[in-house]
């Protein structure tokens, strides 16, 4: 019913930039919040950031000062810029979102399929 496609991730050095994307589709009558979650090598899945349809953000500590999440409503989209990045970085990013449901009787959560992220030393 929902479907997140996210884009973006690849090799990059550290101190380096990515911009990562994640574009909603699919049967929902609103999106909610949105974000980003990671899950490093060996690793559980964490919060990176998530973003209101209001624009407040929530992001770990881990990422404050470096990573910026945004969205665009008219887009469906969440972004994740991230700057200054680490090797303990490099991680699969997943997107996620909250949506109304079209009868707008239920929330419901979904995750895109992951996209790597390497920091190389």
């Known amino acids: 019913q929902v479907q997140l496609v996210e884009s973006g991730g690849g090799l990059v050095q550290a101190g380096g930039s990515l911009r990562l994307s994640c574009a909603a589709s699919g049967n929902f009558f609103a999106i909610e919040p949105m974000g980003w979650y990671r899950q490093p090598p060996g690793k559980q899945r964490e919060l990176v950031a998530t973003?209101?349809?209001?624009?407040?953000?929530n992001s770990a500590d881990s990422v404050k000062g470096r990573f910026t999440v945004s969205r665009d409503n008219a887009k469906n989209t969440v972004y994740l810029q991230m700057n200054s990045l680490k090797p303990e970085d490099t991680a699969v990013y997943y997107c996620?979102?909250?949506?109304?449901?079209?009868?707008?009787?239920?929330?419901?959560?979904?995750w895109g399929k992951g996209t790597l992220v390497t920091v190389s030393s």
């Open positions: 973003v209101t349809v209001g624009g407040t953000t």
């Open positions: 996620y979102t909250r949506v109304l449901s079209t009868l707008r009787d239920r929330y419901m959560d979904y």
